[in-house]
């Protein structure tokens, strides 16, 4: 006898309370008479409180007993057959879309699963399987210690298509899943490198040369719009096809390829980027990708702007045209204008030392070592971003725009000629860009991770995958917003509001590409013995002992009202 | 109470008199001779003539003989007058066919005293005494079984001198028979009881442990072997002894039937006890 719940036999507790309140129990069946006082007075009774007796075995004791017995049953999970020893095989499927790679018109998931469904034919009736496929994070297709059926089903249904990831956390998760007996078992199209001590491989791989496409962008700054793709493999020609319609092409056989300039493309064009030829793998073949949104930082320049700076905002390919602007270089902030202000202040020259905040990002990676500054600021309501002794040379005003400010006498510096300077406002762009509504990348590769900004007074963004499962995000208080798992190819759309911002995730990656390693081998799972899986009981099995306990209680009940009636 | 068998009532009050004990008859002309003088055509005895006696009476025959005007008295014919007093009281109820069974025999013995003439009067005996208007019938099928004073109510029914009184009733009294005929038998003319029981109150079985729930309150545990039993038995015995002592010399006595045997068996154990008689016979 094997108990599920040891626990459970608390119940049995009940045992000694039945039998306490048989045995100061009432016992005396009621008898109606009609002339008490002819019964001998001497073989009464003492009815002075209840007393200790013998129990008398009435139908209503049994029915206790009975029910006490059945809860107990129930609770503690009694079971006679070792069901917790059956064998469990943990399947562990490589997810990667590389098994989408045909051989003969086959894919290599179509071998594995014939091969799959050919061991779950094998498992006996009382074992169990779980199928897990691999990612970041895995997922859990089927199980945990379910029916071979149930497995069967679910691969099926299993499509290879996630990104590249390390198979890693799938064996962790197998492992924790199955304790100590489990068998585990890679299924893909080679060895993994890293393999759990003990586990099987069924490897259907088979080696080919394989071509594709690399990665592939779609620019659109102050330098105009262009293409670029990046190829890899064999020989092929690549064509460009926009709105239906090839483009361009390329014979080349391999490398980067620029298509610039482009025609004249409305907002939300689609671009389709195509390697001819038969392949392996074709799904790497093909990029769909989409026109970014403009995000170029448009400035208006003081007319009274230092030549210097005006050299600087051109040079880094700030826009000064006519538009709306994004900055105002010698202006004031308005809403969703930021301003540069140029302020000459008491700080004397100075070649330093300069202690500047690395962290923030108008000032990432710059250098100021030789430069001269003079004209620092002493105001202290200003935020310090870059200082020599006690003068502030770039700081932000406290408000609710972005109000920037240069403590500069640009006469009395050298600071045109020095290298950090073009770079200060090439992070000045940066920072502005970075700041407008739109996506970093609308064509990030599977895995890539993206950040958003989120249009002014919006903080909340939902993400539709492209199985249609959604999942919402929230921005930081700035309004950006990381997203990552972009684990799957395909069109993603980020819903602002109510704008939708599509995302093209592109199935491009020569390490999915890599077919040359691709083996078949079968390899059996080292026998570890019976596996201590936690197999849910069937529901007849759970619900029997309940339905027997309850309907013993409401016996035992009618038994004893039926005894106790007079 | 449970309706009576009024077809199997009528159909033995056919075939059925009440038996008469003319020596307690005190009241008015009827059908039956009574037990003094009266104008009936049957002979009683002779007296001494006197001075404005009838002389339609005279003897003539015995003055022949005797040369003495003797008065020839004839019996007196009288209705008889019957009081029954049916125990209602809870115990009755303890088993149906037993207040079935007593209802029955109560009608029964006042359909017959309606043949004889008479007028019967019906009491039920349940908490306190309570007289059935006539038409007794549908009073008695509309009485319920109720109480624990039964024969024993006090104060007890307002009876006539003279009547012949029945009582239909388990008996089992605690007061005890003598001071139940004491209060009943009171100016009776005649008082016999009509005992009915169940079978096991006649012969209860060894149940073991039980409660002894009385109907009509009280209860106690006791062990109901056979010992019990037969103590149960010996104080019925001697309750059944008691009836019997106190109803001698009133009439028919003490007739017990089983409820359990149904009407016929205790219409022939009334007419084993004398309470009945045969119209043949």
């Given at each position: 006898m094997i108990l599920g719940e040891p626990l459970g036999l608390i119940a049995l507790a009940g045992l000694p309370a039945v039998l306490a309140l048989h045995l100061w129990r009432a016992r005396h069946a009621p008898l109606p008479v009609s002339?008490?006082?002819?019964?001998?007075?001497?073989?009464?009774?003492?009815?002075s409180g209840r007393r200790r007796a013998?129990?008398?075995?009435?139908p209503s004791f049994w029915l206790e007993i009975l029910a006490v017995l059945a809860l107990t049953w129930w609770l503690a999970?009694?079971?006679?057959?070792?069901?917790?020893?059956a064998r469990h095989l943990i399947i562990v499927l490589?997810?990667?879309?590389?098994?989408q790679a045909t051989d003969q018109g086959r894919s290599a998931a179509d071998r594995l699963r014939v091969a799959l469904e050919a061991r779950l034919a094998h498992l006996a009736d009382g074992d169990r399987a779980t199928l897990i496929a691999s990612g970041a994070?895995?997922?859990?297709?089927?199980?945990?210690?379910?029916e071979a059926a149930v497995v069967s089903r679910a691969l099926s249904a299993w499509q290879p298509q996630a990104?590249?990831?390390?198979?890693d956390a799938a064996f962790a998760l197998a492992a924790g899943l199955g304790g100590s007996g489990a068998e585990i078992l890679w299924a893909g199209d080679r060895t993994p490198e890293r393999l759990p001590a003990g586990a099987g491989v069924v490897a259907v791989g088979l080696p080919a040369t394989s071509g594709g496409l690399a990665d592939a962008h779609w620019w659109r700054d102050a330098q105009g719009e262009r293409i670029v793709a990046v190829r890899y493999g064999p020989p092929r020609r690549l064509r460009l096809l926009l709105a239906g319609v090839e483009v361009a092409g390329d014979e080349r056989s391999g490398g980067a390829v620029v298509f610039a300039p482009l025609p004249p493309c409305p907002e939300g064009a689609e671009a389709e980027l195509i390697l001819d030829g038969d392949d392996a793998?074709?799904?790497?073949?093909r990029a769909r990708i989409l026109r970014p949104i403009e995000r170029s930082v448009r400035a208006t320049l003081d007319p009274a702007t230092p030549a210097d700076v005006v050299r600087a905002v051109r040079a880094v390919g700030i826009r000064t045209d006519?538009?709306?602007?994004?900055l105002a270089i010698g202006g004031s902030a308005a809403p969703g204008v930021w301003s540069l202000q140029l302020i000459k202040g008491p700080g004397p020259p100075t070649r330093g030392p300069f202690t500047s905040r690395h962290e923030h990002p108008l000032l990432a990676d710059l250098d100021w070592t030789g430069a001269l500054w003079s004209g620092g600021l002493a105001d202290p309501t200003v935020i310090p971003l870059l200082v020599s002794g006690e003068h502030v040379l770039l700081g932000q005003r406290p408000g609710a725009f972005t109000e920037l400010v240069l403590g500069v006498d640009l006469p009395a510096t050298d600071l045109g000629r020095h290298t950090a300077w073009p770079a200060l406002f090439a992070n000045l762009a940066a920072w502005r860009a970075a700041a407008?509504?739109?996506?970093?990348?609308p064509n990030p590769r599977c895995g890539q991770p993206l950040t958003a900004t989120l249009p002014e007074g919006v903080f909340e963004a939902e993400l539709s995958a492209p199985d249609g499962t959604t999942r919402r995000l929230r921005a930081d208080r700035s309004g950006h917003l990381a997203i990552s798992a972009?684990?799957?190819?395909g069109r993603w759309n980020l819903r602002v509001g109510e704008a939708a911002w599509p995302i093209s995730v592109l199935p491009l990656d020569t390490r999915q590409g890599d077919l040359a390693g691709a083996e078949s081998v079968a390899r059996e799972p080292?026998?570890?013995?019976q596996a201590a899986i936690e197999r849910t009981r069937s529901p007849l099995a759970s619900l029997l002992p309940l339905v027997l306990a309850a309907a013993a209680a409401f016996a035992a009940w009618a038994a004893f009202r039926r005894e106790e009636r007079p | 109470m449970p309706a009576y068998e009024e077809a199997a009532v009528t159909a033995a009050a056919a075939r059925l008199r009440l038996v008469a004990d003319p020596r307690r008859r005190r009241q008015g002309e009827g059908a039956r001779l009574g037990s003094g003088h009266g104008a009936s055509l049957e002979f009683h005895d002779h007296r001494a003539y006197a001075p404005g006696?009838?002389?339609?009476?005279?003897?003539w025959s015995a003055y022949a003989r005797s040369g003495q005007l003797m008065i020839r008295r004839h019996r007196k014919e009288v209705s008889p007058r019957l009081e029954l007093l049916l125990d209602t009281s809870a115990s009755m109820a303890i088993d149906p066919l037993k207040a079935g069974l007593a209802a029955s025999l109560a009608a029964l013995l006042a359909t017959l005293a309606e043949r004889d003439g008479g007028r019967p009067r019906l009491w039920t005996m349940g908490g306190s005494p309570r007289q059935l208007a006539a038409p007794w019938r549908p009073a008695l099928r509309q009485s319920a079984c109720a109480g624990a004073?039964?024969?024993?109510?006090?104060?007890?029914p307002a009876l006539a001198a003279g009547a012949e009184r029945i009582l239909v009733s388990?008996?089992?009294?605690?007061?005890?028979p003598a001071a139940v005929v004491k209060g009943l038998g009171r100016e009776a003319g005649s008082l016999c009881l009509v005992q009915v029981l169940t079978r096991r109150e006649l012969d209860p079985l060894a149940a073991g442990a039980v409660r002894l729930v009385d109907v009509e309150g009280g209860e106690a545990d006791l062990v109901a072997d056979a010992a019990a039993v037969a103590g149960y038995k010996q104080r019925l015995a001697r309750l059944q002894a008691g009836w019997s002592s106190a109803l001698?010399?009133?009439?028919?006595?003490v007739v017990t039937v089983v409820a359990e045997d149904g009407f016929d068996v205790a219409v022939r154990g009334l007419l084993r006890g004398g309470v009945v008689v045969g119209t043949t016979a």
């Open positions: 002339a008490l006082f002819l019964w001998p007075a001497d073989r009464r009774v003492l009815a013998p129990i008398v075995l009435r999970d009694v079971h006679w057959s070792p069901r917790q020893s490589d997810d990667r879309w590389r098994l994070p895995p997922r859990l297709l089927a199980g945990p210690a379910a990104g590249w990831h390390d198979p793998l074709p799904l790497d073949d006519a538009g709306p602007a994004h407008l509504p739109g996506l970093s990348d972009l684990d799957r190819p080292a026998a570890l013995g | 006696d009838d002389l339609r009476h005279l003897d004073a039964g024969l024993a109510a006090h104060p007890g388990d008996g089992l009294c605690p007061e005890g001698h010399g009133r009439g028919a006595g």
